[in-house]
């Protein structure tokens, strides 16, 4: 999480903000904070006020709490939506609510910060987004001149974090740095002679785009709504997320693809919080996925015994501690032995593994791990609460035939029966 201060302040210096918080000492310390390298921010009190100001002037970014007297931070930005739809919107709020995080995607606000702050990590975003300012306004204007990109053109983009391609007359006419490096490319040639057609090189999931040609990827962007603009990637076997933007060269058959990275987002909504693996929701996904291509498909399901007992003995952090190390263990025996299963979290205490191949020897190491030497069990060791901690594993086939719901009650039995 590098910050370059001298580069934040040059970003941050032609960038104006609106800061909306109903709390006094918050908006007094935050707006102060700001002040250090925004030279231009304008605080208001509440949604109402903020939506106020809004209409009076312009403002790069606008920096909004959720919950406030009058008119809160969802419907403000709302009615700022309605007015200026592009507006880079950051919102700062003590609750991780899904229904709010579901409410800010379909309003494409992609940035959001937990209070109490981390200054460090609040500094980095607001790094992040003075930064991608920045570039667009350069963007802007470069845009009539982007279809005869030239070298030094091709320089400038390549600065981005924003991965680039332009696709002209349904063909592969530029890629920046960034985006060779989503798809783990050396160069744009060599990204033209193995991946010519660029909806492939995605996953295949729900609200998420996969096209077979160049062609069908622009039709699917020009029609689709901003929830399904979107990639997934698989790297290094972590899912990697991507919103998709689409603008046309005026008097060209050109197309500028923008790729920006909200795995974060994703991961708040997909990711269990512990764990660091995929959550239900998203395991049940891609089962869903890989029902559509088979009869049948064999999963491990796995869980630690004496778990229960854990939390009622040693206390819920003792608990989640156990759960960790047995997810990272899981982890480690993956990556070492198969990168590419995928490994979910179904419910407490049970995951999922879905292995790619022959997986004798995967599934031997895993029932070989060795849940004894868990800090946990140290810690206690000696009291008159002293367990010993084992692993369940069982290899189960579910019958991609039945529906999703079902094969989730399918799956509760067989953890049920371990």
């Given at each position: 999480?590098?910050?370059?201060?001298?580069?934040?302040?040059?970003?941050a210096?032609?960038?104006?903000?609106?800061?909306?918080?109903?709390?006094?000492?918050?908006?007094?310390?935050t707006?102060?904070?700001?002040?250090?390298?925004?030279?231009?921010?304008?605080?208001?009190?509440?949604?109402?006020?903020?939506?106020?100001?809004?209409?009076?002037?312009?403002?790069?970014?606008?920096?909004?709490?959720?919950?406030?007297?009058?008119?809160?931070?969802?419907?403000?930005?709302?009615?700022?939506?309605?007015?200026?739809?592009?507006?880079?919107?950051?919102?700062?709020?003590?609750?991780?609510?899904?229904e709010?995080?579901?409410?800010?995607?379909?309003?494409?606000?992609?940035?959001?910060?937990?209070?109490?702050?981390?200054?460090?990590?609040?500094?980095?975003?607001?790094y992040?987004?003075?930064?991608?300012?920045?570039?667009?306004?350069?963007?802007?204007?470069?845009?009539?001149e982007?279809?005869?990109?030239?070298?030094?053109?091709?320089?400038?983009?390549?600065?981005?974090?924003?991965?680039?391609?332009?696709?002209?007359?349904?063909?592969?006419?530029?890629?920046?740095?960034?985006?060779?490096?989503?798809?783990?490319?050396?160069?744009?040639?060599?990204?033209?002679?193995?991946?010519?057609?660029?909806?492939?090189?995605?996953?295949?999931?729900?609200?998420?785009?996969?096209?077979?040609?160049?062609?069908?990827?622009?039709?699917?962007?020009?029609?689709?709504?901003?929830e399904?603009?979107k990639?997934?990637?698989?790297?290094?076997?972590?899912?990697?997320?991507?919103?998709?933007?689409?603008?046309?060269?005026?008097?060209?058959?050109?197309?500028?693809?923008?790729?920006?990275?909200?795995?974060?987002?994703?991961?708040?909504?997909?990711?269990?919080?512990?764990?660091?693996?995929?959550?239900?929701?998203?395991?049940?996904?891609?089962?869903?996925?890989?029902?559509?291509?088979?009869?049948?498909?064999?999963?491990?399901?796995?869980?630690?015994?004496h778990?229960?007992?854990?939390?009622?003995?040693?206390?819920?952090?003792?608990?989640?501690?156990?759960e960790?190390?047995?997810?990272n263990?899981?982890?480690?025996?993956?990556?070492?032995?198969?990168?590419?299963?995928?490994?979910?979290?179904?419910?407490?205490?049970?995951?999922?593994?879905?292995?790619?191949?022959?997986?004798?020897?995967?599934?031997?190491?895993?029932?070989?791990?060795?849940?004894?030497?868990?800090?946990?069990?140290?810690?206690?060791?000696?009291?008159?609460?002293?367990?010993?901690?084992?692993?369940?594993i069982?290899?189960?086939?579910?019958?991609?035939?039945?529906?999703?719901?079902?094969?989730?009650?399918d799956?509760?039995?067989?953890?049920?029966?371990?």
């Open positions: 999480m590098d910050i370059n201060i001298v580069k934040l302040k040059k970003y210096s032609v960038c104006s903000v609106l800061y909306v918080e109903d709390d006094e000492l918050i908006r007094s310390q707006a102060s904070f700001l002040g250090r390298f925004f030279p231009d921010v304008v605080v208001a009190e509440d949604g109402a006020i903020g939506l106020a100001k809004y209409k009076e002037r312009s403002f790069d970014v606008v920096i909004t709490d959720i919950n406030m007297p009058n008119m809160n931070g969802i419907e403000m930005i709302e009615a700022i939506k309605g007015i200026k739809y592009e507006q880079i919107v950051l919102v700062t709020s003590a609750y991780n609510d899904s709010y995080l579901m409410k800010l995607i379909n309003l494409n606000v992609m940035r959001f910060v937990l209070k109490p702050f981390n200054n460090k990590q609040f500094l980095y975003v607001l992040k987004i003075a930064e991608e300012l920045t570039f667009t306004k350069e963007q802007a204007k470069l845009q009539d982007i279809a005869y990109i030239s070298k030094r053109a091709q320089l400038i983009v390549d600065q981005a974090n924003i991965g680039i391609i332009v696709i002209k007359d349904n063909k592969l006419d530029m890629a920046n740095k960034a985006f060779l490096d989503i798809g783990g490319f050396d160069t744009f040639d060599t990204l033209v002679l193995e991946m010519p057609e660029i909806g492939v090189l995605f996953e295949e999931a729900s609200h998420c785009i996969n096209a077979e040609s160049n062609s069908d990827l622009i039709e699917q962007l020009k029609t689709l709504g901003d399904d603009r990639v997934r990637i698989m790297k290094d076997a972590k899912t990697i997320e991507y919103q998709v933007t689409l603008t046309k060269i005026e008097d060209e058959e050109s197309y500028i693809l923008t790729f920006t990275d909200i795995t974060a987002i994703h991961n708040a909504l997909f990711m269990e919080e512990h764990t660091k693996l995929p959550a239900k929701r998203f395991t049940l996904e891609k089962i869903e996925i890989l029902k559509q291509k088979a009869s049948s498909l064999n999963v491990i399901i796995m869980s630690v015994n778990f229960d007992t854990v939390e009622k003995w040693y206390g819920k952090q003792d608990a989640i501690e156990v960790t190390a047995f997810a263990a899981i982890k480690s025996i993956r990556d070492l032995i198969m990168p590419d299963a995928f490994i979910g979290y179904f419910e407490k205490n049970q995951i999922i593994i879905i292995p790619s191949n022959n997986f004798n020897r995967f599934y031997e190491k895993l029932k070989n791990i060795n849940m004894s030497a868990l800090n946990v069990v140290k810690k206690h060791a000696g009291s008159d609460m002293e367990l010993e901690l084992s692993t369940k069982k290899l189960e086939n579910l019958d991609t035939n039945k529906e999703i719901n079902q094969i989730e009650v799956l509760i039995n067989a953890f049920d029966m371990m």
